[in-house]
């Protein structure tokens, strides 16, 4: 008797189990551009409506059976939007998550098409949106800062997208048009870019929280400044200042100092080999002031083989200078 209870428990047990394993997911975001809604769980059934990427939903069922598509494979969801709109779409273009896990799965999200190898600027346009429309949602945290920092990114990439489209002078564009503060038109290269203010703002912002603001902060160094230096080195120290430089200044123990300072002995050891465009004394005194600022900003730094590197090479351009 004794046995068969026990028995009967595992078995009442082993079923809650797998009930609770295979239920449906309570909410999902649409995780790709255009997404079609189905009346069925099939390719065959009727188009409901077109989804842009980033819709919320609320899942209300599954479908029995998976299926692959597009090379992945997943069940279809029967899900209602936000604008009550109801229908079946494929689990493969869509990201399961729950409500405390809003955010982080935009971020997810985004960041996937940012780093998407190609992208359309129509799809991307979408995901700007999506992006522009969360971040509203996210209070200060630093989710919120990975919020801002992807939709500068995706801003950032539709420039890209433009240009290789041969439209990267499209002033008239709505990436240019609704975000004229935060872009410029870089003439040498042909297109638009975030101005890395709009970065450096953003990491003062979020200067209460250095993880956030050290990333955003390597991602306004790594942004090209208005102008070209056409191999001057005098142009090429004036770069550095306002972009890598500034990063060492105000993260001297920052993850990315060391390749931060590398790129600075290349500035020097090309500055070594290009003397000849310091022909007068007070040139040669400025080249020899900026020589003090890189070894006070290497000073900055902790001991490493970079900050040795470009010491010697501070030490290489002086001793080339002469007195």
Known sequence: MQKSLICYLLAVVLVLSTSLLSAAPEYLYVAATNVRMRDTAATSGKIVTTLPIGTWCKVIAESDKSETLLGKTSRWYQ?????????????????????????????QIIDSQVNAEKKSVEDLMQTL????????MASHSLEKAQLETAFLRVLNRIYSALAMAGKGSDSKHPAVKNHQNLCYYHEPAGQYFVKSDAYWELAEKYSDIVEAAEEIAWQAAKQPLP?????????MIYFYENSYGR???????????????????GILDHAAESLSYYETAEEKSQLKAKLVWFE???????????????????????????N
């Open 296 to 322: 006070d900003l290497a000073k900055l730094t902790p001991e490493s083989e970079a900050r040795k590197k470009l010491l010697a090479s501070c030490k290489k351009v002086l001793d080339r200078l002469g």
């Open 79 to 107: 899900v209602t939007t936000g604008d009550q709109q109801q229908g079946w779409i494929f689990g493969g273009l869509t990201l399961i998550t729950s409500n405390d896990d809003r955010i982080s799965g935009a971020i």
């Open 227 to 235: 102008g070209e230096s056409e191999g001057d080195p005098d142009m």
């Open 247 to 265: 990063y060492v200044e105000s993260f001297p123990e920052g993850t990315h100092v060391a390749e931060a300072l590398d790129m600075a002995t």
């Open 129 to 136: 949106d999506f992006a522009e429309k969360t971040k509203e």
